[in-house]
């Protein structure tokens, strides 16, 4: 579509890893707006309240021409396939975001200068939650697809937007993609979470599941015939940490993420329950990981006479896309786009099962995310809206 040059004056780029995107003040206004309606919907998970994001979208859709599908997940829960047909049809791009935010805490949102659902801009920055996480990428694939529908020119290839439910949680969106027939089709991703708009063709994988250890109970005032749970408990959380400066390079890590033990003042605990989680480096895998748990905990049962038991919960394996793929050859003709790896896991972890060559690139920082005043640069936006445009030329 045609765009004038006198009014192309908002955003230009000209530091080191920065492209020279320009969007015009209007078009800048709009995509701020788009993505300020996105955050005014609490979609908060837990509890999963996509539904709110679902039905702006729907609309959005009809009122811009884009043809839109329904995928439900649960009985009031659903991904959106959102499809903007190419001059030719094989060979589609997938763009993939999450309709889902982390919840406000009444102690987080006591930390915020701003109403979290009130979204304003401050400081060239669109301040609320999920302004990077990840409304403002949301807003940008569909701003880019909308001026396409609006235009006479097709992109190049079909465009097809996967949004997804329970990113925050369990996958159970993206999970519920991978059975749908379109997966067969795709093979080109790209997912538009958070990363200041440093292209990730790596990230991390995690997996993590319930510990539970078994000890022995006795009456509290005689410690030397029970075995306290907890101090095993307390005893493997040390080992963790020599588990994680065993690795080299030393950036898969365990943690534990919640302890439960104890049911009376005067029983020694025999159960302790920890949850833990474990990111994995894409020199990794899930499965090398959780064997180096279990080496751990085999020596611990050994010195402590105890019993340990670890169920795997989940496994998202880490993913490498190889510097040569078309995909990233493209991203780096349209711009000098730095490098780095994803710290996170996202839907690409659970898609790529589908065969599908992921990277990630995206407004908004992740030092910014899951936590108060959580914002978004308007020029990150302005980049990542020019970008996914390009892309789908
Ligand atoms: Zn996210």
């Known amino acids: 579509m045609k765009e004038s040059n006198e009014t192309e004056t908002a955003i230009e780029h000209k530091k080191a890893g920065s492209s020279p995107f320009i969007l015009s003040a209007e078009r800048r206004e709009k995509l701020i707006n788009l993505a300020s309606d996105l955050i005014r919907l609490p979609s908060e998970n837990p509890p999963g309240r996509e539904v709110l994001v679902e039905q702006y979208l729907i609309q959005y859709c009809e009122k811009n021409n884009l043809h839109v599908e329904r995928v439900p997940v649960t009985s009031n829960r659903a991904n959106l396939i ?43 920055r669109l301040v609320g939650r999920g302004a990077a996480d990840m409304k403002g990428g949301l807003a940008c694939v569909l ?75 006795a009456h509290g005032s ?45 029983i020694i605990p025999d159960v302790c329950r920890l949850r833990l989680d474990c990111r994995i480096m894409p020199t990794s895998s899930c499965d090398h990981e959780i064997a180096r748990l279990k080496r751990m905990l085999d020596e611990i049962e050994r010195v402590h006479h105890v019993k340990t038991e670890f169920s795997v919960e989940d496994k998202r394996e880490p993913w490498t896309t190889a510097s040569n793929h078309r995909l990233v050859l493209r991203i780096h003709s349209l711009g000098a786009f730095y490098e780095t790896t994803f710290s996170g896991s996202t839907d690409a972890n659970v898609l790529r099962e589908a065969g599908l060559t ?36």
């Open 82 to 124: 959102i499809t903007l047909p190419g001059a030719k049809e094989n060979d589609p791009l997938a763009f993939t975001g999450h309709m889902d935010v982390v919840p406000v805490s009444s102690d987080e949102r006591s930390r915020w200068e701003t109403d979290p659902y009130d979204p304003v801009v401050q400081d060239d």
């Open 143 to 217: 701003f880019a697809m909308s001026e396409y529908a609006r235009s006479s020119i097709p992109p190049s290839r079909t465009v097809h937007f996967l949004v997804t439910c329970d990113e925050e949680d369990a996958m159970h969106g993206s999970r519920a993609l991978l059975e749908h027939p379109l997966m067969n089709k795709l093979s080109d991703l790209v997912v538009c979470e958070p990363t200041g708009m440093t292209l990730c063709r790596s990230s991390r994988g995690r997996t993590f599941g319930e510990l539970v250890i078994r000890g022995k109970t």
């Open 222 to 266: 005689r410690p030397g015939v029970g075995v306290n749970a907890i101090d095993i408990a307390a005893d493997i959380i040390r080992s963790l940490r020599t588990l994680n400066v065993d690795v080299s390079p030393p950036t898969s890590y365990w943690q534990p993420l919640s302890i439960h033990a104890g049911v009376e003042p005067d």
């Open 358 to 393: 992921p990277v990630i690139i995206g407004p908004g920082d992740l030092s910014d995310v899951h936590r108060e005043n959580e914002s978004v640069l308007l020029e990150d936006l302005g980049r990542a809206f020019s970008l996914y445009k390009s892309l789908m030329r």
